[in-house]
């Protein structure tokens, strides 16, 4: 007979149980899952309790032939701290021996193995008696006394009542990767269903491509064929992700496998793959909500913004009590970066929406019980009524130094947020505003933080948008920081300067929908309507010497257009008129070119068009965004990612010598430029968007702080 295999023998600390041999970690008979490489750290510490273990060996022997950081240990013993409730600062379990490694503190205990069974020497059995033809007669008294016993028990058993074990909160850091940072562009983070895995979109030099990482595994991985890709979302089943690319909405097989593309999607706003095998998303700057089968077809609209509500579009769908309603923002202000409002639709267009909060970025469910939502830099949440699928009770802030809208939470109740880290690096020698020309005169140190900002033609005086204490639309001198206030009522956005710069255009919303108002530059005489559209949202763009306004029009459709209106009419009319979206016109000074930016071909480009007989060009190839005119019209200016391109235009369409990057923008945003060739920049300096915290059963702890949410009434 060969020897019994040693086994290991369980050890305890504190009310921990950890049996080496099952890889089994239990709280008074509560089994805490970890994931495998933490428990190897465990494992190890506890073998050599009250040593130092050095962050070499750790690796070494946990990690064994695999090449890793000492972030991947770091973020093992963060979680295996926050699964046994040690505090780092003053540890009860595991202290950290500056520049040398780990040391496992508390006593450790081993727990005896179980006496071995005694064998006796077998005994020759009695001879066999007659065995009946069957026993089930004498079973069957026996079978229904031992289930009457079994079925007392458990009755007794819960009548007694069981106190249920409440899950403990775990938070973990995720990076974006090295050298990555989190896409920028819309929501770049999801978290499956199950609360078991998260996936996000990061973006580095090489572009932007979506990556994954389970709660088991200490490594992301990326996914392959998402090159580009924005917005990730999980399927109910968690065998496909979601994302948007190249203009459509795809998927792609977590198991491996190619993209496969669902539908035509220009913008990524975000989306909710439902249980009904439908996918609800937002694509379009003016639109509202879209509905595609999650095998592909022709999509539906399920939501239309309103304009005499000041509706502009639909984004962020988030799916609500496993898809019987859906949470969206609407936006309301042009302005980036503004909040909308986030409103509750029952699904599939049962009833009419609630608003959940009157200023929100972004809003997700937590579990049934409560729904989060950013608003700038701070996590609030509220009570939810899932009965009346209504809010109840008031709103309180229970985190604050997220970067919105990337927020993420799955029906686990666990929820995702990427943090604020320092700022991105910028040449802290320039000023907020300055000249892209360092020769230009110095610009004064009072210039205010104005949203939207426009150079006048002459480049003496900026327009913009202050927030404080309310939008309104302000002129400031650039030689003295003199600022003069234009407006006293409703919202605005969208400043524009006359050519001559005697008027300041804009948006204004006062009860309807966005209409156009003009006002003298001085602040003198009354302010006056120039044009509003029943039933659209108008906002100007630019204005050419002959006093040509151009002009977006949104609003019933799910697309955006433009317009012009010429002097002395009283009457616009749409030029550009498609399914696709279409901003920013800038006329040239004569009024002879339009310029803008389209998605038609799935990214944002820019078009030059005539306006004597409507053809067109295409100007970029690889993206282009916001265009304006150099003050002769020879060249046209327009973005690129962070670079400041420019084209010289000829008589007619023709481009000359092609397009040549004219400024490193480093992170700023182009306000207009001097007519002796000096950009006006704003720059920014935002936070470095590559951490995130993730927090698992992040719903028992809102039970905690907040309490349960009110009981509803039976249905």
């Not at 009419?352 to 830099?377: K, L, N």
């Not at 604020?420 to 360092?438: C, K, M, N, Y």
Request: aromatic share 8%; with cysteine; net charge negative.
């Amino acid at each position: 007979m060969l020897p019994p295999t040693a086994r290991v023998p369980a050890v305890t600390f504190g009310p921990f149980e950890f049996d080496p041999g099952r890889r089994l970690l239990r709280r008074e008979e509560t089994e805490i899952p970890l994931p495998p490489r933490v428990l190897g750290v465990l494992e190890l510490l506890l073998a050599r309790a009250g040593d130092v273990v050095s962050r070499p060996e750790i690796i070494d022997a946990v990690w064994k032939e695999a090449f890793v950081t000492d972030t991947s240990l770091a973020e093992a013993v963060s979680f295996l701290r926050q699964a046994l409730g040690d505090d780092p600062q003053s540890p009860t379990y595991i202290q950290t021996v500056h520049r040398r490694g780990y040391r496992f503190v508390a006593p450790v205990g081993e727990i005896p193995p179980p006496p071995r069974a005694v064998v006796e020497t077998p005994v020759a059995p009695a001879p066999p008696e007659t065995v009946k033809p069957s026993i089930l007669n004498e079973l069957l008294p026996w079978s229904a006394a031992t289930l009457a016993v079994i079925l007392a028990i458990s009755a007794l058993w819960y009548s007694q009542g069981v106190e249920p074990v409440t899950p403990q909160v775990v938070r973990l850091t995720l990076d974006a990767g090295r050298g990555l940072r989190f896409d920028a562009r819309a929501p770049a983070i999801a978290i499956s269903p199950s609360a078991t895995k998260v996936a996000w979109s990061a973006c580095g030099d090489a572009g932007c491509q979506l990556y994954i990482r389970a709660f088991d595994q200490l490594d992301a991985r990326p996914i392959a064929d998402t090159d580009g890709a924005a917005a990730p979302f999980f399927s109910p089943d968690e065998r496909w992700l979601g994302f948007f690319a190249s203009g459509k909405l795809k998927k792609v097989a977590l198991a491996g496998g190619a993209s496969r593309i669902i539908a035509d999607a220009s913008q990524p706003f975000g989306a909710a793959w439902l249980r009904d095998g439908r996918i609800v998303y937002a694509a379009s700057v003016a639109g509202g909500l879209m509905r595609v089968s999650q095998e592909g077809g022709d999509p539906e609209p399920l939501t239309v913004p309103s304009p005499a509500g000041g509706e502009i579009r639909h984004v962020f769908p988030a799916s609500v009590q496993d898809g019987d309603a859906l949470l969206f923002t609407i936006v309301t202000s042009p302005l980036v970066g503004a909040p909308g409002r986030l409103v509750l639709l029952p699904y599939p267009g049962r009833g009419s929406w609630r608003t959940v909060a009157e200023t929100a970025d972004i809003g997700v469910p937590i579990g049934h019980e409560y729904i989060a939502f950013a608003r700038g830099g701070d996590v609030h949440v509220v009570a939810f009524d899932r009965v009346r699928q209504a809010p109840s009770g008031p709103e309180q802030t229970v985190a604050t130094g997220i970067v919105s809208p990337h927020i993420a939470s799955s029906a686990a109740g666990a929820f995702v947020a990427v943090t604020a880290g320092p700022a991105l690096p910028v040449d802290t020698a320039l000023p907020r505003w300055s000249w892209s020309d360092q020769r230009a005169a110095k610009l004064p140190d009072s210039l205010e933080d104005l949203r939207d900002a426009r150079l006048s033609p002459d480049g003496s005086r900026m327009a913009g948008v202050g927030l404080d204490p309310r939008p309104d639309i302000w002129s400031m001198d650039l030689e003295r920081g003199t600022k003069t206030r234009l407006t006293y009522r409703g919202l605005t956005a969208a400043p524009v300067w006359s050519a001559d710069g005697g008027e300041v255009f804009y948006a204004m919303r006062h009860g309807e929908s966005y209409g156009i108002w003009a006002r003298a530059a001085s602040a003198t005489g009354d302010d006056r309507r120039v044009f509003a559209a029943s039933g659209h949202n108008v906002f100007p763009a630019s204005v050419s010497r002959d006093a040509t306004l151009a002009f977006v029009m949104t609003g019933g459709s799910t697309r955006s257009g433009i317009g012009l209106l010429r002097a002395g009419q009283s009457s616009p009319a749409l030029v550009i008129d498609s399914r696709f979206d279409e901003l920013a016109p800038a006329l040239s000074p004569d009024g002879s070119l339009l310029a803008y930016q389209t998605d038609e071909s799935g990214v944002w480009e820019i078009v030059l068009a005539t306006l004597s007989d409507g053809r067109r060009s295409a100007v970029s190839s690889g993206g282009g965004v916001r265009p304006f005119w150099s003050a002769d019209g020879s060249t046209l200016y327009f973005e690129q990612n962070d670079d400041l391109m420019a084209v010289s235009i000829a008589a007619g369409l023709q481009v000359v010598g092609g397009i040549k990057p004219f400024l490193d923008l480093n992170g700023a945003r182009p306000a207009g430029i001097h007519p002796g060739g000096s950009v006006l920049l704003r720059r920014t300096a935002g936070p470095a968007a590559s951490s995130a915290v993730v927090t698992l059963e992040w719903i028992t702890e809102l039970r905690a702080k907040l309490g349960p949410p009110t009981a509803a009434s039976p249905r």
